[in-house]
């Protein structure tokens, strides 16, 4: 019983590898730093461009589902904290939109730019619509609301290209 929990710790801490941890955690403060200092305000119409959910794409598409949750749990969180409009809507999306890519490039799709831009065009999109449905669950529901929903998808999706680099980079 023993050698298999330590068989199993040896799995476990071979699997983290601290300075990749570090260089996602970087990453993921930078994006999130980008995010609200910068990005916030390039608007068009109204709409800022989002690229967080394209970050946590490229975590879960690089590091795995399950690590992926893992940094997204954090990002949401961190996020949640910056948008204050907003209490765990990231929280609970950021892992999930993570969970799915990485579990969708682990068995269906190639870990490219092109099939990156396919999954964070659908993160951004998701994202939109789940901003919008939570503007509409606490206020009034109206058809301009799925225009900017796809306003924000459309802003964000050349700004998503930048996420794909540094994870890109850093996969052994």
């Not at 200092?37 to 794409?57: E, K, Q, S």
């Not at 749990?73 to 904290?81: E, S």
Request: hydrophobic content about 60%; charged content about 10%.
């Amino acid at each position: 019983m023993e050698h298999l929990a330590n068989t199993i710790e040896k799995l476990i801490l071979s699997r983290i590898n601290g300075k990749r941890v570090l260089r996602y955690a970087l990453y993921l403060f930078l994006s999130l730093l980008a995010q609200t200092m910068l990005l916030n305000r390039f608007r068009i119409l109204g709409v800022c461009p989002m690229v967080l959910p394209a970050a946590a794409v490229a975590v879960g598409m690089f590091e795995g589902a399950t690590w992926g949750s893992v940094f997204g749990l954090v990002m949401g969180i961190f996020a949640d904290m910056a948008f204050i409009e907003n209490t765990v809507l990231f929280t609970i999306l950021f892992p999930a939109l993570a969970f799915v890519s990485g579990f969708i490039s682990q068995f269906f799709i190639n870990r490219r730019f092109f099939a990156f831009m396919g999954a964070a065009l659908a993160a951004l999109l998701i994202t939109g619509l789940v901003q919008m449905l939570h503007t509409a669950a606490t206020d009034v529901f109206s058809l301009s609301m799925v225009s900017t929903a796809l306003l924000q998808t459309l802003w964000s999706l050349p700004l998503s290209a930048l996420a794909y680099l540094p994870p890109a980079r850093w996969i052994e």
